[in-house]
């Protein structure tokens, strides 16, 4: 699995980036505009969106169609092989929520001591 041979490591496969389960669910009910997208990942900075969604283009999971209205614009959408992240990362809030007690437990124990008696 981490040998440089693995195919795995050949692909810049990034769901598990901050931001790519976060598009995927803002585009899980239909392509959208980049400044829709804006809305929701408030603490998104444009650059970073650009880059992301670069990224998720270039890996097959997302479709960029310019549109030559006036004004211009640009739509992005799941493609099939973007939607199938959809089950990733379900499981993964199943599993947050699940074992989100304990998450917060850990946490607050990790914290300093002088943390905690604020």
């Given at each position: 699995?981490?040998?440089?041979?693995?195919?795995?490591?050949?692909?810049?496969?990034?769901v598990?980036?901050?931001?790519?389960?976060?598009?995927?669910?803002?585009?899980?009910?239909?392509p959208?505009?980049?400044?829709?997208?804006l809305?929701?990942?408030?603490?998104?900075?444009?650059k970073?969106?650009?880059?992301?969604?670069?990224?998720?283009?270039?890996?097959?999971?997302?479709?960029?169609t310019?549109f030559?209205?006036?004004?211009?614009h640009?739509e992005?959408?799941l493609?099939?092989?973007?939607?199938?992240?959809?089950t990733?990362?379900?499981?993964?809030?199943d599993?947050c929520?699940?074992?989100?007690?304990e998450?917060?437990e850990?946490?607050?124990?990790?914290?300093?001591?002088?943390?905690?008696?604020?």
């Amino acid at each position: 699995m981490f040998a440089p041979q693995c195919p795995a490591r050949q692909v810049p496969f990034q769901v598990g980036d901050k931001w790519t389960s976060m598009i995927v669910l803002c585009l899980e009910h239909g392509p959208r505009r980049f400044s829709e997208l804006l809305v929701p990942l408030r603490s998104i900075t444009r650059k970073v969106l650009t880059e992301t969604l670069r990224a998720m283009e270039r890996d097959g999971m997302v479709t960029r169609t310019e549109f030559p209205a006036n004004p211009p614009h640009v739509e992005y959408a799941l493609t099939p092989l973007g939607r199938s992240l959809l089950t990733l990362i379900d499981a993964a809030r199943d599993w947050c929520r699940e074992h989100l007690p304990e998450l917060i437990e850990a946490r607050s124990a990790a914290r300093p001591a002088a943390d905690r008696q604020r």
